[in-house]
């Protein structure tokens, strides 16, 4: 289908009504070209037609920029890398460059093919970034939603990372993280039930799945960012991170946001956002 002159393809409606609301509203922001932003879609990371990355460049001569890699949520049954497009501005205004990939999805592809996925796409990354001014050595890893989960389970698993280097990750930021998948009761029809019903391979997988539960492995420098109008399980986890970590200043970072779920990335169409900030100061102390 195409939307918005971008050629997507197709996707089981969005099973709430808020998740339909931000999916337009994110193509939207990222659908037009922006001054002095050069714009790479549709690299191919695999054989399968999810398997593709979108670059977003400053058009300037530099190399050895800082790269960005954003990962879309979508609960890992839905989700395009083009509603990443909106934080080209704010990435590429302070020097860096954006990169968003896109992972299979669940139910035929289920835990962990997007883990392993986006390790495959950073392999890639690595690979062709410095084509584009980027370097392969200067990674900040982040995503919305189930993408923040994706990139928490790959910057707490360096035993995964067979085709780069883990030392090639200089921070972490998941935004409304779904940092803890676990629910003894999941009530049917929710977003907790679908976890166990479409994206975990097995109900057991819940506990290694759960990014809350491993955070004793964490070893790069993380900005946790979360909205005080969040779900409920995104906010207890964070807070629950929060709360397992603020002895850690050097190693993590928190900040809640007057902003529903999906408002925390909606909000980062304004490139003075606190989270660029914040983006930046990891950045600067990781040099």
């Known amino acids: 289908m195409t939307l918005l002159n971008f ?13 339909a609301l931000f999916a337009a509203q994110a193509l939207a922001a990222s659908a037009g070209d922006w001054p002095g932003v050069r714009s790479i879609r549709d690299v191919a990371f695999g054989p399968d037609r ?43 205004a302070r ?11 669940a139910p035929e592809y289920r835990y962990p093919t997007a883990v392993l996925d986006t390790l495959a796409a950073i392999a890639a990354i690595r690979a062709r970034v410095a084509e584009w001014g980027g370097s392969p050595d200067r990674l900040f890893l982040g995503g919305h939603s189930a993408g923040g989960h994706v990139a928490m389970q ?11 280097p883990f030392d090639a ?50 070893s790069v420098p993380t ?5 005080a109008r969040d779900s409920e399980r995104v906010r207890q986890s964070n807070q629950a991170a929060r709360d397992l970590l603020e002895g850690k200043p050097e190693l993590a970072s928190f900040h809640c946001v007057d902003a529903d779920h999906f408002g925390t990335q909606l909000a980062l169409i304004d490139p003075g956002h606190r989270w660029y900030h914040e983006l930046q100061t990891m950045r600067d102390r990781t040099r």
């Open 95 to 105: 020097g860096a460059m954006l990169v968003a990939p896109t992972y299979r999805l």
């Open 50 to 92: 999810w398997q593709r990355f979108d670059v977003f460049a400053p058009d300037t001569d530099e190399t050895d920029r800082d790269v960005v890699i954003f990962l879309h949520g979508g609960g890992w049954t839905h989700g395009y890398k083009e509603w990443c497009g909106l934080m080209a501005p704010g990435i590429t």
């Open 223 to 227: 900005h946790f960012c979360w909205g």
């Open 7 to 19: 050629d997507l393809d197709p996707q089981p409606p969005l099973p709430f009504h808020a998740a």
């Open 169 to 218: 990750l200089k921070g972490c930021l998941p935004l409304s993280g779904i940092l803890d998948l676990r629910h003894p009761a999941p009530p049917p029809g929710s977003l907790e039930a679908r976890v166990y019903e479409m994206v975990l391979a097995n109900p057991a997988q819940d506990v290694e799945a759960s990014p809350l539960l491993a955070l004793e492995r964490l």
């Open 154 to 164: 790959a910057a707490l698993n360096p035993e995964l990372w067979n085709d780069a």
